[in-house]
């Protein structure tokens, strides 16, 4: 049994305006990236998924319930990390820890207390006067802290700081290696690029590309930087697998699709310097699908 499964599921604010005909397949044990720029669909595909949206259209199950229908036990199932985390002011993390417990039969808080110990959240603070990223953590601590066998994690580096990152990391690494599925989105690629082992990538609604992560990038042009003791003889440019090639003095900078072998070929009776060839990050492979991304028009947000 896939973790998530959805058929043509739409959630539409407007006509072209939402989430359109997502057929997705995240199978139990993967960890799955979820990108897009600002405004592609990736809040409204997670919030329709776990049933915070009634569909417009299609169908998805998420271990095995549906969406919708089912969506009590989805909530019970799942770890979830909205957006933006909205928890009353008064209460404390150790307060909504505690109660999450209870709802749950009294299941263990030890788990969750390590979470909280390794997030460094302070626990017993009015959560009225924590920080946005102390926020977060309080959050991401409610979301892994009953080991859930999917954790639905939007954005969940938003506003942490770099170590915290790290820290975040780990503990969805951990997960994936206790066999459970993470699905996250994230605006930060190379976090993705170091977790996931696939993404899709949302455009305008639509997942436009699911790929394995090294697949997308071995499929990108590497950068290649070449400095020279003598101007070359060879003109790099016009190599077969160069494109974008700029000359400059003694220096050469361009992308390169393929192996290596014809290029060395290439620049052997040249007197070479330097050579380096950068392999693309995700952020690469992002920025391809969107160079000739038009702007889209906004509609006014309904409730
Ligand atoms: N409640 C709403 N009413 C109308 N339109 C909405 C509503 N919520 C989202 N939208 C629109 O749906 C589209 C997708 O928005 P969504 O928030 O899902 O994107 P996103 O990929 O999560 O963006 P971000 O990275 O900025 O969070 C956008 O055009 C947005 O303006």
């Not at 997670?46 to 915070?52: A, P, Q, S, V």
């Not at 969506?71 to 985390?85: C, K, S, T």
């Not at 690494?173 to 190379?190: D, I, K, N, P, W």
């Not at 042009?221 to 003791?229: I, K, S, W």
Request: proline share 5%; net charge neutral.
């Amino acid at each position: 049994m896939n973790a998530i499964e959805t058929t043509d599921l739409s959630k539409l604010y407007a006509p072209g305006v939402g989430l359109q005909a997502l057929n997705l397949s995240v199978a139990a044990g993967e960890v799955f990236g979820f990108i897009g720029p600002n405004g592609a669909g990736k809040t409204t595909a997670i919030r329709t998924l776990m049933g915070f949206l009634r569909p417009s259209g299609g169908s998805g199950r998420i271990l095995g319930h549906d969406i919708w229908q089912e969506r009590v036990a989805v909530h019970r199932w799942v770890g979830y990390l909205p957006g933006e985390v909205h928890l009353g002011r008064d209460h404390t993390a150790r307060e909504l820890m505690s109660r999450s417990c209870r709802l749950r039969g009294g299941a263990s808080n030890a788990y969750g207390l390590e979470v909280a110990r390794r997030l460094e959240l302070r626990l017993d603070a009015r959560l009225g006067t924590l920080s946005k990223g102390n926020r977060q953590k309080v959050g991401l601590t409610l979301a892994l802290m009953h080991r859930p066998d999917l954790l639905v994690l939007d954005e969940p580096t938003d506003g942490l700081d770099p170590l915290v990152q790290e820290t975040v990391l780990g503990l969805l690494r951990e997960a994936q290696s206790e066999g459970r599925t993470v699905f996250l989105s994230s605006h930060v690629l190379s976090e993705i690029e170091r977790i996931a082992g696939r993404v899709g990538i949302i455009r305008r609604g639509e997942l436009i590309r699911v790929e394995g992560v090294q697949t997308l990038k071995a499929s990108l042009p590497q950068q290649v930087a070449l400095r020279f003791a003598r101007p070359p003889t060879v003109d790099l440019a016009a190599l077969d697998g160069m494109s974008g090639g700029v000359a400059d003095g003694l220096e050469f900078r361009g992308q390169w699709r393929g192996g290596p072998d014809p290029l060395i070929r290439a620049l052997a009776g040249e007197s070479l310097t330097s050579l380096s060839l950068t392999p693309s990050t995700l952020e690469d492979a992002f920025m391809d699908e969107y160079r000739s991304e038009p702007a889209r028009a906004e509609v006014p947000h309904v409730a």
